[in-house]
């Protein structure tokens, strides 16, 4: 007992360090996924993390390339709605004698019970969902302990905060890239593509199309810059 304590202490402690080292979102979620397996001695894991939108939580990385990744929830379905009022891990059996599971849709239900989901973690930074840690049955018998919850939960409050933090880099970094008005590469990141593209060591063709839009300062004087920015998108 003693020495299991000190492996999962020492599993979050390296898990703790590598996550606020790294600003890269797949390489948090590996992590996190494989200290998840390794630790609570878990087969499946998916990890469903909210879109840019804020409307629906998609699985964006699980413990096999070969798992199934098209689950997904919308934000108004009542599993999320339910992390948005508690923040410890939900055991599946304990939602299914809920009123909030009996108002979820068939399909995902029986997407649940396709997956073999057991556990569902909340990755949860103060008040904001980030996402969701789904886990399967346990192989060996006897389900989720009370050390497993003790450290999932840990795992978590980490976890979260790392994944907040490089969402929030890769929205700087490409708010510095694109142009808000078009959606496009602005000058220096296009430049940078076009530099990359010509050094580009498999000789593949390379075309680049330049286009002018006649009247635009027209367009902007008569009609003003609203009218304008309508022109350009």
Not at 33 to 58: A, Q, W
Not at 179 to 201: C, I, Q, Y
């Amino acid at each position: 007992f003693v020495r299991d304590t000190q492996v999962r202490a020492q599993h979050l402690k390296e898990f703790s360090l590598r996550a606020s080292k790294s600003l890269n979102l797949d390489e948090i979620l590996r992590e996190l996924v494989e200290v998840v397996k390794d630790t609570v001695s878990v087969e499946k894991v998916y990890v469903c993390l909210e879109d840019s939108g804020g409307e629906t939580y998609r699985t964006a990385y699980s413990a096999s390339p070969l798992d199934v990744k098209s689950f997904s929830l919308q934000a108004a379905n009542p599993c999320i709605q339910w992390f948005q009022e508690h923040d410890g891990c939900l055991m599946l059996r304990d939602f299914q004698r809920s009123v909030l599971y009996k108002s979820m849709w068939e399909s995902e239900k029986q997407m649940l019970a396709n997956m073999h989901i057991e556990c569902i973690v909340p990755l949860k930074s103060d008040s904001d969902l980030v996402g969701i840690l789904l886990l399967s049955t346990k192989p060996k018998k006897g389900g989720y302990s009370f050390d497993d919850i003790a450290f999932l939960e840990s795992v978590q409050s980490v976890a979260s905060i790392a994944i907040k933090n490089a969402n929030l880099y890769k929205k700087a970094y490409d708010e510095s890239r694109i142009d808000p008005l078009t959606g496009l590469l602005n000058r220096r990141a296009g430049k940078a593509a076009l530099e990359a593209a010509l050094h580009d060591e498999d000789d593949a063709p390379l075309t680049v199309g330049l286009l002018d839009v006649d009247f635009l300062k027209t367009i902007n004087d008569e009609y003003g810059h609203a009218e304008g920015d309508r022109a350009l998108r």
